[in-house]
């Protein structure tokens, strides 16, 4: 039998009102309220990091705020920067790829609901992961959506909506998202 937090990996609809997940979420709260409030000392706020996130590379800086679920599926490669107000709804991973810039605003969700009204109400909800590739660049006001991937060297224009996986070095903007341009 497997517990709600494995198949909420497994991407299965799982319960996110069971009590291990409530308490893993509780503790990414505590930890993201220290961060939110540290003053900027870049060692200390690189150490709150560590403890929340999965895995983080050399050279990140996340401004304040930022909220997260859980904070331990987010991993971030090398020189990794996120602008004011990210939201990343890590109920599956979310991985970055180096020198990876998020403009302000930008969120990315891992978690989604079933479509049909009678199984949502219920409760239950599932969540697919995020890839982001080396060298991208997303602008401020982007939404990613569950499941996506997007490919190396390639550039999210401001207040994009990210449905689907983007390939690589392209320009691609608009909601939903589509590639304009080849790079």
Not at 71 to 93: K, P, Q, R, S, Y
Not at 119 to 139: C, H, L, M, Q, Y
């Amino acid at each position: 039998m497997k517990t709600e937090y494995q198949k909420m990996l497994a991407g299965e609809l799982y319960d996110a009102n069971d009590e291990d997940l409530f308490r893993l979420r509780i503790k990414a709260r505590a930890l993201m309220h220290a961060y939110n409030q540290s003053p900027y000392d870049k060692h200390a706020r690189e150490l709150l990091l560590q403890e929340l996130l999965h895995k983080i590379g050399k050279n990140i800086d996340i401004q304040t705020p930022f909220f997260c679920d859980y904070g331990v599926h987010i991993e971030t490669g090398d020189n990794f920067f996120a602008n004011f107000n990210c939201v990343f709804l890590d109920c599956n991973f979310i991985k970055f790829g180096n020198n990876v810039f998020l403009g302000p605003n930008v969120q990315i969700y891992a978690a989604h609901h079933p479509l049909i009204a009678a199984e949502r109400i219920k409760g239950p909800e599932f969540a697919s992961p995020v890839t982001i590739g080396d060298n991208v660049w997303i602008g401020g006001g982007t939404i990613i959506c569950p499941g996506v991937t997007i490919g190396a060297n390639t550039t999210i224009g401001a207040g994009t909506v990210v449905v689907k996986n983007i390939p690589a070095n392209v320009v691609a903007v608009g909601n939903p998202c589509r590639v304009i341009r080849e790079l």
